[in-house]
């Protein structure tokens, strides 16, 4: 089936440890997304990427990092993870950048403790 | 600032009709989009309104008024599976998408 895949699911994760989330899309779209959701606010954009190669700062960027090596893949890094960045991550995809219709990943739940 | 404001939650019985606002403050308006998330899972889209008036989905409506700053989404002869949240987002200048917290919809049988 098309789609977004996210990895992982769900995680428990001490503070201070680094961690990838990853996404992967089979639709060939060329911008992908990653939001974050929390209770009783928006999704909040992190980073996201125009097209293999490029990325750029959303919303929420501190703290983390991404990396558009090919048009499928799209991992999210934290590099020393802190409580606050308990959330549920949504990976994203649209055929081109800024068109409203995205396709979004399962989303990965992730507690910093 | 932006800002994007949705009820809570609502409540609404099987059968019936319910309707769902979306009222936005923006730095420009470049359309707006509904989309659905069922608990535990993603967000799927619903509807895109860019022009005044009504659009219609079969059992979904989307209605935008852009001198008003309003929007709503129509959601007719209600079933339990249409229990979920359901998101409003608006397309700024910039063509960045600023999104609502999202109105949990029950349905009650």
């Known amino acids: 089936i098309a789609g977004i895949t996210q990895a992982p699911t769900s995680q428990i994760l001490a503070a201070g440890r680094r961690m990838t989330l990853r996404c992967t899309q089979d639709m060939r779209h060329n911008a992908m997304y990653w939001y974050r959701q929390d209770l009783g606010l928006g999704l909040r954009l992190i980073h996201y990427?125009?097209?293999?190669?490029?990325?750029g700062k959303g919303e929420v960027p501190d703290g983390y990092s991404v990396s558009r090596a090919n048009t499928d893949d799209f991992p999210l890094t934290l590099a020393s993870a802190v409580p606050s960045q308990t959330s549920v991550y949504f990976c994203?995809?649209?055929?081109?950048?800024?068109?409203?219709?995205?396709?979004f990943g399962e989303g990965s739940r992730l507690t910093v403790l | 600032g932006q800002n994007i404001d949705q009820p809570t939650e609502m409540t609404a019985t099987e059968g019936a009709i319910v309707q769902i606002n979306c009222t936005y403050q923006?730095?420009?308006?470049?359309?707006l989009f509904w989309y659905q998330q069922h608990a535990g899972e993603a967000p799927t889209f619903l509807s895109y309104n860019v022009l005044d008036g009504l659009e219609e989905k079969g059992r979904f409506s989307s209605f935008l008024s852009r001198s008003k700053g309003y929007s709503y989404l129509l959601l007719k002869e209600l079933q339990m599976k249409d229990s979920a949240s359901y998101l409003c987002?608006?397309?700024?200048?910039?063509?960045?998408?600023?999104w609502g917290a999202g109105t949990k919809l029950i349905i009650k049988p």
């Open positions: 987002a608006v397309r700024d200048s910039n063509y960045q998408l600023i």
């Open positions: 923006t730095s420009g308006f470049n359309g």
């Open positions: 990427s125009n097209t293999a190669g490029t990325t």
């Open positions: 994203a995809s649209s055929e081109v950048l800024d068109t409203g219709e995205l396709f």
